[in-house]
């Protein structure tokens, strides 16, 4: 039966709000131009608004260094102004935005105001009385100019730290010196200059650089070379990579809702981390945020998060055992000097921690609430390292425990976001509020290429396992039908131990059962999905003593029964015909083929001590084609010496070769549970 699913998503996606203000921090930058003549008047004392006598002016007002970062949705934006004559007089006029990406200092040069590009959008401002020198109110507040900034803020080259400029004319009615507003200048009073006031909003994900929301089905470890295993959710994309047992878990049970996976870390060799990259480089703004869960402090110091040289530079996120207690340390630097933040945490408990530096001030949170700060204005340099999770530079200080939902944002989150990010992943929810679905722990089979599978379910000890109830998802009709569009076929390989000749067939949709631990052929017209969620789980009850540290499950395998003697010519010791087994791991998560072992009638050895001994090779072959049909027999090979770790991987299948000497003894694959 075809399983179809419907589902139907609100999203809420929760933002913040963020004040900027500037002056006008040179006396070249409010500037005056008559219009009669075009005269520019720099370093005014004030600026006559728009009439001085009367002759009219247009007013040039210029705010450098405007700090707006990408994605940020202005809400408000007006121009403060101080009285410095007093005037009541009707007066109306008009602010108009200069419409360049990065508005260029006022020079003597004549009409350079009134020449530059206006915005399309102008804002009109029927300017109250002013009745009070100094005054520095609503009065003396320019109407709101948000669609202005936006205009200028939304173009193509306009970027954060560039400046705005904004023109004042005459409006309707306003023709002579008793339309006229009088206010400070940067000449005049500096620290009454015209202020440039905006409000703005970001979603929580603004300057998020990484997001490892740890749901991978499973990491491999570095197996076979393998990177970019741990997904960044981010719009960087900038995927890290797991390294020797780090592996993820199911984290419901634990207590907590934040997440459907967790990253679990031994405190020895586990590991993530990802290249040194240039976006990993973090300004003098910065925030990094995780679920904790600390298993235990065999050692001072364990290292969760860090992008730090010699732990002086950069930023580390860390346990200290200090006496009886531990505490979370959040500690940064920059190659002289450097300062942390810290807080007593319980072994065996789930907390959600956030660490920021503004700037000014670092700050620890701990379940939504700011619970220590220190003033900090020294700086961050970046280390020019990779971002190492679960241990410290070059393997020192291990993390022992669990890790969830680390994210980094290149600027410091304040209180209401970081309340708001607690509350909705302790929820059940994304950071920001949108909804999390759990992943599928889906097999893949792409269109046009033979795949070798293996199928992660206890079959043995179950009946209602053909092909009908384990690929239920793929399209039933167009089965063996390969001249369909969407035609697909498995395959069975079948053994002759007479003959020691294999051959394979086609698996019946119906009716026959799929056998444990074999592998198996599919291919089809089309990219497939396959739901391994529903399957069932392996039942790891072997208890033979050479299980490795855990139960494990045992796989028959198919020994040579012909006695390849002269006149073949091919002795049974090992180096004539062989067997090879085709075999389907049955695990959910990816096991060392270092810790599987081969059983020769009871006795066990590990695969290279089963090759010295010349019943089979060390060797594990797995089918790994490559896209688009290209080099579609990829074949890799790996060991249990093999550098960097050789792994079991799910839903995959891989051969085995048995060699003569294995003849007519009962061989079993003991692989114990990940």
Not at 569 to 598: Q, T
Request: proline share 3%; hydrophobic share 35%.
């Amino acid at each position: 039966m075809k399983k179809i699913l419907f589902s139907l998503l609100c999203l809420t996606i929760y933002t913040f709000s963020i004040t900027f203000e500037v002056r006008v921090n040179n006396k070249k930058n409010d500037s005056e131009e008559r219009l009669s003549n075009g005269k520019i008047s720099r370093g005014s004392s004030d600026l006559e608004l728009v009439f001085d006598g009367n002759n009219e002016q247009k007013v040039g007002i210029l705010f450098q260094n405007v700090i707006l970062p990408p994605r940020a949705t202005i809400t408000n934006a007006y121009i403060q102004f101080t009285v410095d004559e007093a005037d009541n007089g009707d007066t109306n006029v008009i602010i108009v935005g200069e419409n360049e990406d990065n508005a260029l200092v006022y020079s003597t040069s004549r009409f350079d105001i009134s020449t530059r590009t206006e915005t399309t959008i102008n804002v009109t401002w029927s300017i109250p009385a002013w009745n009070t020198v100094n005054a520095s109110g609503i009065d003396q507040r320019t109407s709101n100019i948000t669609a202005i900034v936006t205009e200028i803020y939304q173009r193509s080259g306009w970027v954060s730290g560039n400046a705005m400029a904004f023109m004042v004319k005459a409006g309707a009615g306003c023709v002579d010196s008793s339309c006229q507003r009088t206010a400070e200048s940067y000449n005049g009073s500096s620290v009454d200059s015209p202020l440039l006031h905006i409000e703005y909003t970001l979603p929580l994900d603004a300057n998020l650089i990484v997001d490892y929301r740890m749901d991978e089905c499973y990491w491999l470890g570095g197996a076979g070379g393998v990177i970019g295993d741990v997904r960044d959710s981010s719009l960087n994309q900038l995927h890290a990579s797991s390294h020797d047992d780090a592996q993820t878990f199911d984290i419901l049970p634990l207590g907590i809702t934040s997440s459907c996976l967790g990253g679990r870390f031994d405190g020895n060799v586990d590991f993530i981390d990802t290249v040194n990259t240039p976006l990993l480089n973090t300004g003098n703004q910065f925030s990094i945020s995780s679920w904790i869960y600390l298993n235990d402090t065999s050692n001072q110091f364990e290292m969760m998060v860090s992008k730090s040289t010699n732990y002086v530079n950069g930023f580390s996120f860390y346990i200290n055992k200090n006496g009886a207690n531990n505490y979370l340390m959040f500690l940064i630097g920059n190659n002289s000097t450097r300062d942390f933040v810290s807080r007593p945490i319980n072994e065996l408990e789930w907390i959600h921690a956030i660490a920021t530096y503004d700037g000014s001030k670092i700050r620890l949170y701990i379940n939504g609430i700011e619970k220590t700060n220190k003033g900090f204005t020294d700086g961050i340099v970046n280390a020019n390292t990779s971002l190492v999770i679960g241990r410290g530079i070059g393997g020192s200080y291990a993390y022992n425990g669990d890790l969830d939902e680390v994210k980094i944002w290149d600027r410091a989150l304040n209180a209401t976001d970081i309340a708001t990010i607690y509350n909705n992943e302790s929820t059940g929810k994304n950071f920001d509020g949108t909804p999390r679905v759990c992943p599928t722990c889906d097999a893949n089979v792409t269109a046009g290429i033979w795949e070798l599978i293996g199928i992660p379910a206890n079959l043995n000890t179950v009946t209602t396992t053909d092909v009908a109830t384990i690929f239920d998802e793929l399209p039933i009709a167009s089965y063996d039908q390969p001249s369909n569009a969407d035609g697909w076929v498995i395959y069975q390989r079948e053994y002759n131990t007479s003959t020691n000749a294999s051959g394979y067939s086609i698996l019946p949709y119906t009716g026959t059962n799929l056998k444990f631990g074999q592998g198996y052929w599919i291919i089809s017209k089309v990219d497939q999905t396959w739901n391994t969620n529903t399957l069932l789980s392996t039942d790891y009850n072997s208890t033979h003593p050479a299980c490795v540290t855990k139960t494990c499950v045992e796989i028959d395998l198919t020994s040579v029964n012909k006695n390849f003697a002269a006149p073949d010519n091919d002795p049974n010791d090992g180096s004539g015909k062989n067997r090879n087994n085709m075999l389907g791991f049955v695990g959910k998560s990816p096991v060392d083929w270092a810790d599987c072992r081969i059983l020769v009638d009871g006795v066990a050895y590990t695969p290279s001590g089963a090759e010295v001994a010349g019943y089979a090779e060390k060797q594990v072959w797995q089918y790994n084609p490559s896209v688009n049909g290209s080099n579609a027999n990829g074949y890799t090979t790996c060991d249990d010496v093999t550098p960097g770790g050789c792994k079991l991987e799910p839903y995959k299948g891989f051969w085995l070769i048995l060699h003569g000497t294995s003849k007519n003894k009962t061989l079993k694959l003991l692989i114990p549970k990940e």
